[in-house]
């Protein structure tokens, strides 16, 4: 049944490119699939404090807990890559979210330091197996252009707000419910939807390898790209993503370690008295805002067709002054949050078109993309380690330089889209 509606639709496309009730329906099911793996990524911001107290962690092992998802979730961003290119995308999608539900158990029920880092080594997994193939999924399936750039719109928005439902769900119920009863609320309800979704109507992609083998009739016309094109493509986007996703972990970081350090300095017992809730709703809810801004910004310069070297390089400018500006009144604390809200969102308006560059379908072969989507992903996670390991290891002040450092180079990396791209379409047949 798969294969002959996803056959049908095909033809659909080819008249009318217009998108369909499934389309829809799969726009809702990889958002929400998206919103429920950020939060089960961003439950240690959360539950951190009170997992420590009840475990007796050392802030040596906190740190190690909160970076060790990073590092899992970055190799299995790779390792996922030669799954995609010969195996259909919904089977791994299931997995993935099936495992999602399994790992927010383990998670809840862990009684030590091994345990929990196991478990948060699963997250990574987790997380790493499901956001390549939901992304290449949702490349592929898109009907046009214009649906995907909004569904890479919505499906960030869908991870950016993982981070405002913790804040919510932690400040009403944390303290009520304890850490292990919320690690199970507030993640696995978000992956039922999506569950029932791919496991009973969404089909598989048209470019499924599975689905060329069994279609001995048809004869496919595809945008064919030069290998050397689509490898200067990874690498521009790579060298973008990497100082931009740094730059992105330094805006979110940097004002909680204010934050954090004011709350235990201000509480009159132990760390483990001072309260995070509200802090941490207040920073989800100030950067959540930021980021459906930025959002807003990247869709409508695209759909103004803004030259994209342009539309990187004044934005780098930008957010590079803005750290600048956050080294000048470092201790002035309204001028340092508007330097912060103003360097998130224009990082966030970049994600959009790199999002757009690094997910196209209709550039890379079909087994290429998986590649260039594990590489924009790994290269993500791993700048939230090194982000992190900047902002713990070196005073503020330092820290802040070297974000302003990383920053310039956004400008630099922004100068190679310049160069335009060429594409050749030919006509094939992939059995």
Known sequence: ?????????????????????????????????????????????????????????????????ALIQYGSAAVFSLVTVPFLQHISRRPLILFSLYLAVFSAIVCAVVPDFVSLLLSRILVGITISCGMNPLSVYMAEYSPSKSFYVLSTVVGSLGWTAGGGWCGVLGYLFLEKIGWRWFVLLTSIPLFVPSIIAFQFFLPETLNSSSLRKGSSQEKLESVKTSTKAMAMRIIKVTLLNATRGFAYNGCILLLPAILKADNIKNSRGSPCDAIYGAQFLMIALIFGVCHILGQTCGYLAHKLSIPTAIFFIVNSIVITSSFVVMQIYEKTMIVLMLALCIGQTLISACVVELNVLAYDASFFTRTVLPISSGIRLAVEYLNGILANAVSELLVYSVALKVFTAVSVGMVLSSALFFKKEKKETTVSNEL
Do not use: W
């Open 1 to 65: 049944m798969v294969v002959e509606r996803t056959r049908l639709l095909q033809n659909q496309n080819d008249d009318q490119e217009k998108p369909t009730k499934l389309h829809y329906l799969a726009l809702f099911a990889v958002s929400v699939a998206k919103l429920g793996e950020s939060v089960e990524f961003m439950l240690p911001a959360v539950i951190t404090q009170p997992v420590s107290c009840q475990l007796g962690l050392t802030p040596t092992q906190e740190h190690v807990v």
